[in-house]
């Protein structure tokens, strides 16, 4: 209760006083023999008059307490409001891979390139949000049937991350490059506006000379036909060096990983 309120019921406080011991003498007085109509009245009046400034003071400190109570409510909406508002702000990057992408073998998958690349964002206070969508063991193939689920969430750029499965497999490379072109034609229908930034990926030579050096090609041919950035290769710097990666040789270690993040970042920090 404000101090205000309290002067005031401390004010109602002594009215009630006042009214219950002229109530008593009035009553009194009527018991005694005042019974003249008047007397009556006025006894009647006075009550009356009491009863209704307690109930107008009760409906003053109900009301006034509802206000206070709306006020709480409606300043506690408005700070919602903001928040929400400062995070619809942010535009969404979309990592689009495979295991290099999910991070994995990593203790913590924010420890994985898309991850460094968001920190990296917020350090600079640029006004955007980092979507992991990479699935370790991801084909072309596979990236094509869910493609469609993953572009329900609005994009601004679009990472596209695969291919490197598809190589280890030994998939031929007209139907990678098929694929990812699909994949960058759903892109652009969905959202027309978005940029594209194509990550090329290499296969280690024991595939083959001819096959390492067509899978190779493929990257750059799909950018320059599509118009989207490229990175030349992802793990550039990091592949067949084993302080950087883990025990298996492919996937970088969160050091490695961040070298990766800075080979996105070359390219990705002109689409901003």
């Known amino acids: 209760m404000r101090v205000k309120d309290f002067r005031i019921f401390e004010q ?22 005042l019974s003249d109509h008047a007397g009556r009245t006025r006894f009647l009046a006075i009550a009356r008059n009491d009863i209704r400034f307690v109930l107008i003071f009760c409906l003053v400190l109900v009301l006034s307490a509802c206000g206070g109570k709306s006020t709480s409510n409606n300043s506690q909406q408005d700070t ?4 929400t508002s400062t995070a619809s702000d ?3 990057i979309l990592f689009f891979g495979d295991s290099l992408t999910a991070g994995y073998g990593l203790d913590d998958p924010d420890e994985a390139f898309p991850g460094v690349i968001q920190h990296k964002l917020d350090s600079l206070k640029l006004p955007y949000n980092v979507i992991n969508a990479g ?27 695969l291919g490197a499965n598809d ?30 930034i194509l990550a090329g990926m290499m296969v280690p030579p024991s595939m083959g000379a001819d096959y390492a050096n067509s899978f190779k090609a493929a990257f750059p ?5 599509n118009k989207t950035d490229l990175i030349p290769f992802l793990l550039d710097n990091v592949a067949g060096i084993p302080k950087l990666n883990q025990k298996d040789g492919i996937h970088p270690t969160a050091e490695g990983a961040k070298i990766v993040a800075g080979n996105v970042w070359t390219v990705l920090k002109g689409d901003l």
């Open 12 to 33: 109602i406080l002594s009215k009630i006083k006042t009214m219950s011991f002229r109530t008593r003498n009035e009553e009194k007085s009527f018991r005694t023999g």
């Open 80 to 83: 919602t409001q903001n928040q």
């Open 90 to 92: 942010k535009k969404n």
């Open 135 to 161: 699935v370790s063991g991801e084909t072309t193939a596979g990236g094509l049937g869910r493609i469609d689920w993953v572009l329900k969430q609005k994009v601004s750029v679009f990472i596209l991350e």
């Open 167 to 196: 190589g280890l497999r030994g998939i031929p490379t007209d139907e990678t490059a098929k694929n990812l072109q699909a994949i960058i034609d759903k892109v652009k229908a969905k959202y027309p506006n978005a940029k594209i």
């Open 221 to 225: 041919a799909l950018a320059q036909k």
